[in-house]
């Protein structure tokens, strides 16, 4: 008997050894198939996400609650035309409002700015917080956004002689200071527009871009546009993305600096020996070449609802070619031809990409003049009636024409209706005065 138990006792520790062998076999075969089956179970299973952090749903529910849509012209069954988008600054004056009234569908609200504080005077402190800052009147901002539901709000950071955004936030974190701001004001802005620029002193640390702003407006658009579906648009001066240069020519590449001598009239086949003397008479040297192709490249497209182009830049290369007797109509047509069929930028930073195509569908393509401030010589002017012909033009081309006509300012808008830029383009295209109400 003590044999057998003996023996039956072996056989158990025995059967119990190659039991526990066998389960750890089988233990190490299940998690290594685990550690492989799970993540691809996770990757095929969780929905694709924007590469910021998303907000919460309680927030997110707000933000869509107030953000507006600019109807677009197949979206709707209204008149067929551009939108007018004007920039203005003072609520209290009343343009803004009458421009409603007359027809504009955005406004822009220039400018607000991107700064930081410290807690220490440290520069170098971890303790510098971004915030805001702007002399807007926003309570009168708030009541025309209240009267006038179907008018889209942007806010403009920027403008010449400008502050450029602090490199101490990255763009992300830029475009949270600015959520939190508009959050604060009741989402008074539907999205934000880029018009940074350079500054009367060459010497200025803003006569020139750095890296650093531009990369700042390419992640904050990117934040802005997949994280909280802003409206996002920018507004460059013609020579900072200039269709007309020659491909190929140094004109053609990007640079940073913002102290250049207009190319077209001092540099291009078509200069003449007068027009070199009037921009050396005036020590004008303020242009760009081809800056804002960064951020586009950075960007991308698609992250921008349209993008304005300002034809009424200081001794643009439109200026020169109206006051060589160029017929507008045709300067603007060859403008959107290229913008359509994209043209090439050269020279851009290494480690983001060589070369950038910078193509404009004519969906987000927006004409930038000026209305009566400008003279007519250095800040080109566009009548109505040429934006309308041109439009039509686009039309009967491509079955469609560009998205909108912008102009700066409000602020120098008439009393009188003739003296108005907006009510002469929304008769120019048929629009009904008063179509807000």
């Known amino acids: 008997i003590s044999y057998a138990n003996q023996g039956r006792g072996t056989a158990v520790r025995r059967f119990t050894l190659h039991a526990s062998v066998i389960t750890l ?10 550690r ?5 179970t996770l990757i095929i299973a969780l929905p694709t996400v924007s590469p910021f952090a998303m907000a919460s749903e309680p927030e997110m529910m707000t933000w869509q609650a107030h953000r507006r849509r600019v109807v677009h012209e197949e979206d709707s069954k209204s008149k067929e035309g551009p939108i007018i988008i004007g920039y203005a600054h003072n609520v209290e ?8 009234l007359d027809g504009a569908r955005v406004i822009i609200w220039s400018f607000l700015h991107l700064e930081v504080s410290s807690n220490s005077e440290d520069d170098s402190s971890h303790q510098q917080k971004g915030y805001v800052r702007t002399d807007l009147q926003l309570n009168g901002i708030s009541n025309l956004r209240n009267k006038y539901t179907q008018v ?26 600015f959520m939190e701001f508009n959050r604060e004001n009741g989402y008074l802005f539907d999205g934000i527009d880029w018009d940074y620029e350079g500054h009367d002193d060459l010497n ?16 904050f658009s990117i934040c802005a546009k997949t994280k909280y579906g802003m409206i996002v648009s920018m507004a460059p001066a013609e020579s900072y993305l200039d269709v007309m240069a020659e491909e190929g020519s140094i004109d053609a590449s990007f640079s940073l600096r913002l102290d250049l001598p207009p190319r077209a009239w001092t540099s291009s086949e078509y200069a003449s020996d007068d027009d070199r ?4 008479s005036v020590g004008f040297s303020h242009a760009g070449r081809q800056c804002y192709a960064y951020v586009l490249a950075k960007a991308g497209i698609d992250m921008f609802d349209w993008i304005s182009i300002q034809l009424y830049e200081a001794y643009s290369p439109f200026a020169h070619d109206l006051s060589q007797n160029v017929d507008p109509v045709g300067a603007l047509q060859v403008r959107i031809d290229r913008f359509k069929r994209g043209f090439t930028v050269t020279e851009l930073d290494k480690s983001l990409v060589s070369e950038y195509k910078v193509k404009i569908p004519l969906n987000k393509l927006v004409i930038g003049v000026a209305n009566k401030w400008a003279d007519g010589l250095k800040f080109c002017k566009v009548l109505p009636e040429s934006l309308k012909d041109s439009y039509q033009i686009t039309v009967a081309k491509y079955n469609k024409g560009f998205l909108g006509v912008m102009f ?4 120098e808008e008439g009393s009188e209706r003739e003296s108005r830029y907006t009510a002469q383009l929304s008769e120019a295209f048929g629009y009904d005065e008063c179509a807000a109400t």
């Open 277 to 280: 003397k009037l921009i050396e």
């Open 36 to 40: 492989i089956i799970v993540p691809i």
């Open 25 to 34: 076999f089988l233990s190490s075969v299940f998690m290594k198939l685990f």
């Open 93 to 100: 004056s009343g343009k803004a409002e009458q421009a409603i």
């Open 204 to 219: 200025s640390p803003t006569a020139k871009f750095t890296l650093d702003t531009l990369d700042i407006m390419a992640d």
């Open 152 to 177: 889209v709000h942007l806010a403009a950071f920027g403008g010449w002689n400008g502050p450029h955004p602090s490199p101490k936030l990255n763009g992300e974190e830029w475009c949270e200071v």
């Open 408 to 411: 700066w300012t409000i602020e």
